[in-house]
Protein backbone atom coordinates (compact mmCIF):
# COMPACT_ATOMS: atom_id res chain seq x y z
CA UNK A 1 0.00 0.00 0.00
CA UNK A 2 2.81 2.20 0.87
CA UNK A 3 4.16 2.03 -2.58
CA UNK A 4 0.52 2.43 -4.24
CA UNK A 5 0.54 6.04 -2.24
CA UNK A 6 3.84 7.07 -3.38
CA UNK A 7 3.79 6.27 -6.83
CA UNK A 8 0.33 7.82 -7.29
CA UNK A 9 1.07 10.99 -5.10
CA UNK A 10 4.92 10.90 -7.52
CA UNK A 11 2.11 11.27 -10.22
CA UNK A 12 -0.25 14.28 -9.05
CA UNK A 13 2.90 16.01 -7.76
CA UNK A 14 4.89 15.90 -11.24
CA UNK A 15 1.86 16.73 -13.08
CA UNK A 16 0.17 19.61 -10.72
CA UNK A 17 2.90 20.94 -8.17
CA UNK A 18 3.37 19.90 -4.78
CA UNK A 19 1.28 22.60 -3.58
CA UNK A 20 -1.97 22.23 -4.70
CA UNK A 21 -2.06 18.38 -4.33
CA UNK A 22 -3.65 17.61 -0.95
CA UNK A 23 -3.80 14.49 1.10
CA UNK A 24 -7.55 14.21 0.23
CA UNK A 25 -6.95 14.12 -3.27
CA UNK A 26 -4.04 11.48 -3.26
CA UNK A 27 -6.72 9.25 -0.86
CA UNK A 28 -9.54 10.25 -3.51
CA UNK A 29 -7.09 9.14 -6.51
CA UNK A 30 -6.86 5.89 -5.06
CA UNK A 31 -9.90 5.09 -3.37
CA UNK A 32 -8.68 4.97 -0.04
CA UNK A 33 -9.43 6.69 3.49
CA UNK A 34 -7.06 9.57 4.40
CA UNK A 35 -6.78 7.44 7.29
CA UNK A 36 -4.79 4.93 5.38
CA UNK A 37 -2.26 7.47 4.20
CA UNK A 38 -1.61 8.67 7.55
CA UNK A 39 -0.55 5.21 8.48
CA UNK A 40 2.48 5.48 6.30
CA UNK A 41 3.35 9.25 6.08
CA UNK A 42 2.82 11.20 8.92
CA UNK A 43 2.58 14.33 6.70
CA UNK A 44 3.04 15.79 3.35
CA UNK A 45 6.02 17.10 4.05
CA UNK A 46 6.95 12.98 4.99
CA UNK A 47 5.75 12.34 1.83
CA UNK A 48 7.30 14.94 -0.59
CA UNK A 49 10.53 13.99 0.94
CA UNK A 50 10.22 10.20 -0.14
CA UNK A 51 9.09 11.09 -3.79
CA UNK A 52 12.16 13.43 -3.94
CA UNK A 53 14.00 10.39 -2.36
CA UNK A 54 13.16 8.38 -5.00
CA UNK A 55 13.47 10.30 -7.76
CA UNK A 56 17.21 10.78 -6.75
CA UNK A 57 18.19 6.84 -6.57
CA UNK A 58 16.10 6.70 -10.06
CA UNK A 59 18.34 9.68 -11.53
CA UNK A 60 21.34 8.52 -10.20
CA UNK A 61 20.48 5.09 -12.33
CA UNK A 62 19.88 7.27 -15.33
CA UNK A 63 23.48 8.57 -15.11
CA UNK A 64 25.20 5.05 -14.55
CA UNK A 65 23.50 3.77 -17.46
CA UNK A 66 23.84 6.18 -19.63
CA UNK A 67 27.67 6.31 -18.73
CA UNK A 68 27.39 2.26 -19.55
CA UNK A 69 25.79 2.59 -23.04
CA UNK A 70 27.03 5.91 -24.76
CA UNK A 71 31.10 6.44 -24.56
CA UNK A 72 30.83 9.69 -26.76
CA UNK A 73 29.55 12.17 -24.37
CA UNK A 74 27.97 14.20 -27.00
CA UNK A 75 25.62 11.17 -28.05
CA UNK A 76 25.27 10.43 -24.48
CA UNK A 77 23.74 14.20 -23.91
CA UNK A 78 21.16 13.77 -26.14
CA UNK A 79 20.27 10.17 -25.48
CA UNK A 80 19.96 11.38 -21.55
CA UNK A 81 17.15 14.12 -22.98
CA UNK A 82 14.79 11.50 -25.09
CA UNK A 83 15.01 9.65 -21.23
CA UNK A 84 13.64 12.22 -19.81
CA UNK A 85 11.30 14.03 -22.34
CA UNK A 86 8.16 12.10 -21.72
CA UNK A 87 9.23 13.38 -17.60
CA UNK A 88 9.79 16.69 -18.68
CA UNK A 89 6.96 17.25 -21.00
CA UNK A 90 3.94 16.02 -18.39
CA UNK A 91 6.10 17.99 -15.45
CA UNK A 92 4.47 20.90 -13.86
CA UNK A 93 7.16 23.88 -14.34
CA UNK A 94 6.54 25.06 -10.85
CA UNK A 95 7.42 21.75 -9.27
CA UNK A 96 11.14 22.45 -8.60
CA UNK A 97 10.18 25.91 -7.37
CA UNK A 98 6.89 24.78 -5.30
CA UNK A 99 9.40 22.06 -3.63
CA UNK A 100 12.33 24.85 -2.95
CA UNK A 101 10.06 27.50 -1.46
CA UNK A 102 7.13 25.14 0.41
CA UNK A 103 9.63 22.09 0.99
CA UNK A 104 13.30 22.96 2.50
CA UNK A 105 14.13 19.47 3.16
CA UNK A 106 13.25 17.41 0.41
CA UNK A 107 15.03 20.67 -1.61
CA UNK A 108 18.35 20.04 -0.01
CA UNK A 109 18.15 16.54 -1.42
CA UNK A 110 18.31 18.12 -4.12
CA UNK A 111 21.00 20.06 -3.80
CA UNK A 112 22.59 17.36 -2.49
CA UNK A 113 22.42 15.05 -5.76
CA UNK A 114 23.18 18.21 -8.04
CA UNK A 115 26.81 18.53 -6.19
CA UNK A 116 27.82 14.51 -5.74
CA UNK A 117 26.13 13.24 -8.66
CA UNK A 118 25.39 15.34 -11.52
CA UNK A 119 27.92 18.07 -10.64
CA UNK A 120 30.42 15.29 -10.59
CA UNK A 121 29.09 13.58 -13.97
CA UNK A 122 28.89 17.08 -15.81
CA UNK A 123 32.83 17.58 -14.97
CA UNK A 124 33.91 14.32 -16.16
CA UNK A 125 32.34 14.35 -19.19
CA UNK A 126 33.39 17.70 -20.19
CA UNK A 127 36.79 16.38 -19.42
CA UNK A 128 35.95 13.75 -21.41
CA UNK A 129 34.87 15.17 -24.33
CA UNK A 130 37.94 17.46 -24.39
CA UNK A 131 39.82 14.80 -24.41
CA UNK A 132 38.48 13.63 -27.75
CA UNK A 133 38.61 17.27 -29.41
CA UNK A 134 34.81 17.62 -28.74
CA UNK A 135 35.27 20.76 -26.08
CA UNK A 136 37.44 23.17 -25.94
CA UNK A 137 40.20 23.14 -23.10
CA UNK A 138 40.10 27.00 -22.51
CA UNK A 139 37.13 26.58 -20.18
CA UNK A 140 37.21 25.49 -16.73
CA UNK A 141 35.47 22.88 -16.40
CA UNK A 142 33.83 22.96 -12.83
CA UNK A 143 32.53 26.64 -14.43
CA UNK A 144 30.87 25.48 -17.08
CA UNK A 145 29.31 22.65 -14.47
CA UNK A 146 27.85 24.84 -12.26
CA UNK A 147 26.87 26.96 -14.90
CA UNK A 148 24.82 24.49 -16.89
CA UNK A 149 23.01 23.25 -13.56
CA UNK A 150 22.26 26.73 -13.28
CA UNK A 151 20.59 26.82 -16.49
CA UNK A 152 18.53 23.50 -15.57
CA UNK A 153 17.67 24.99 -12.25
CA UNK A 154 16.60 28.53 -14.22
CA UNK A 155 14.20 27.12 -16.46
CA UNK A 156 12.33 25.79 -13.42
CA UNK A 157 11.94 29.13 -12.37
CA UNK A 158 8.02 30.60 -13.22
CA UNK A 159 9.92 34.14 -13.31
CA UNK A 160 12.15 33.25 -15.64
CA UNK A 161 10.42 32.66 -19.14
CA UNK A 162 6.51 31.74 -19.56
CA UNK A 163 5.28 28.75 -19.85
CA UNK A 164 2.64 29.70 -22.29
CA UNK A 165 5.63 31.26 -25.15
CA UNK A 166 7.68 27.90 -24.88
CA UNK A 167 7.37 24.58 -23.05
CA UNK A 168 9.70 23.82 -20.39
CA UNK A 169 11.17 21.26 -22.63
CA UNK A 170 11.51 23.28 -25.86
CA UNK A 171 13.28 25.88 -23.04
CA UNK A 172 15.64 23.27 -22.26
CA UNK A 173 16.66 22.27 -25.26
CA UNK A 174 16.91 25.47 -26.47
CA UNK A 175 19.57 26.62 -23.47
CA UNK A 176 21.78 23.25 -23.98
CA UNK A 177 22.10 24.24 -27.66
CA UNK A 178 23.19 27.44 -26.55
CA UNK A 179 25.39 26.46 -23.82
CA UNK A 180 26.82 23.64 -26.16
CA UNK A 181 27.55 26.03 -28.83
CA UNK A 182 29.84 27.57 -26.75
CA UNK A 183 31.78 25.53 -26.00
CA UNK A 184 32.40 22.96 -28.77
CA UNK A 185 35.24 22.78 -31.10
CA UNK A 186 34.65 22.40 -35.09
CA UNK A 187 35.08 18.91 -34.63
CA UNK A 188 32.71 18.64 -31.90
CA UNK A 189 30.05 20.86 -33.77
CA UNK A 190 30.05 18.50 -36.28
CA UNK A 191 28.85 16.03 -34.65
CA UNK A 192 26.60 17.34 -32.50
CA UNK A 193 25.07 18.95 -35.86
CA UNK A 194 24.53 15.46 -37.11
CA UNK A 195 22.91 14.24 -33.64
CA UNK A 196 20.95 17.27 -33.91
CA UNK A 197 19.06 16.69 -37.30
CA UNK A 198 18.82 13.29 -36.07
CA UNK A 199 16.56 14.58 -33.10
CA UNK A 200 14.30 16.80 -35.07
CA UNK A 201 13.95 14.62 -37.79
Known sequence: MKSRILEKGTQLFFRYGVKSVTMDAIAAELGISKKTIYQHFPDKDSMVLEVVQSFIEQDSLKWDELDRMYSNVIEKMFKSFEMVKDMITQMNPRLLFEIQKYFPN????????????IHTNLIADFKKGAQFGYFRKDIDFELLARLRMA???????????????????DTQLTLMDIFMRGILTEKGLTLYNSYQNNLQS
Request: aromatic share 20%.
Open 106 to 117: AYQLFKEHGEKC
Open 151 to 169: EVNLAFDPDFYPTNKLSLY
